[in-house]
């Protein structure tokens, strides 16, 4: 049987580096703050904003919400960015997605300062990233890496897989994977045999949003699997909550994998509580004390 990647006990950890640096910044007279601005009513990003806040209050971080109806326009969306841009008690800036149809997502997302953008979503950080700069990083794909480090230590010289092209997980995976010295195939809708590639790794990061696509004839005996997939289906009867993988036959044939849930998924708030403190010492002009 694999070792089982707890998510839960890794996010405990850097949550717990968070707060201590909170304290180191509350000492220097600098409060991080992180803006949540929700646009509409969906139920599931309520329930994400509502996490977030949970895990910056238990950290030290103060945060502001910013709620504004369905039918809200896109230049009212922008005017509150505007002002959480200017203000500099505000060092994290985060707009939940998704955003009502009507409004250009790219268009929000680009009017976030760089330097506030805890997502790692605006054009300057994703080509940050791909030259190997320190930015902003995306929660999801930084949380993955942090809970490859745990299990693996150095990846240099692994060939990493990634299953999926999305510019939220897929992309700014491939090019974390990159930058920590893994050779790296990305596969995807288009591509032929896909299975027979991921048979080639060492490490599988599967983020492509099919449930149980991926079974234990895509692994290679002993690779590491990351489950990036949340997906809710019915089953005998129950709606649950299943991952990428076909967790059952994968995990007799991995080194180790993540389950869902419980893996990936605390991962990304405590690497967004971790970008705001990143973010508000590098607008202060603290020193930044990395963990890693």
Not at 42 to 50: C, E, K, L, Q
Not at 176 to 187: K, W
Not at 216 to 223: E, N, R, S, T
């Amino acid at each position: 049987m694999s070792q089982l990647i707890d998510g839960k006990a890794a996010a405990a950890r850097v949550l717990a580096e968070v707060k201590a640096e909170v304290e180191r910044l509350h000492a220097q007279d600098v409060e991080p703050a992180l803006a949540v601005v929700l646009v509409g009513d969906d139920p599931a990003s309520h329930v994400y904003v509502r996490n977030k806040v949970l895990r910056a209050g238990e950290v030290g971080i103060r945060s502001l919400e910013y709620r504004l109806p369905a039918e809200a326009s896109a230049d009212e969306v922008l005017e509150v960015v505007a002002a959480l841009n200017a203000d500099p008690a505000v060092h994290g800036i985060l707009v939940q997605l998704p955003l009502p149809k009507h409004i250009d997502e790219v268009r929000v997302l680009e009017a976030i300062d760089p330097g506030k953008d805890v997502d790692g979503f605006h054009s300057e950080n994703v080509g940050g990233l791909s030259q190997g700069r320190n930015v902003l990083t995306p929660c999801t794909p930084a949380g993955c890496m942090r809970l490859l480090h745990d299990t693996l230590g150095d990846l240099s010289g692994k060939h990493a897989v990634v299953v999926g092209r999305s510019n939220i997980v897929g992309k700014p995976m491939a090019a974390l994977l990159l930058a920590a010295n893994c050779s790296i195939s990305v596969v995807h809708s288009r591509s032929v045999e896909p299975e027979k590639l991921c048979r080639l790794a060492d490490i599988v990061i599967a983020a492509v949003g099919r449930p149980r696509l991926i079974d234990a004839g895509w692994i290679k005996p002993g690779a590491v699997v990351i489950d990036v997939g949340i997906n809710r289906i019915e089953e005998d009867g129950r709606s649950r909550l299943v991952g990428d993988v076909d967790f059952a036959a994968v995990q007799q044939v991995t080194a180790a994998i993540t389950p869902v849930p419980g893996g990936v998924g605390p991962m990304t708030i405590a690497m967004l509580m971790h970008n705001t403190v990143l973010a508000a010492r590098q607008q202060t002009g603290q020193a930044i004390q990395e963990a890693r």
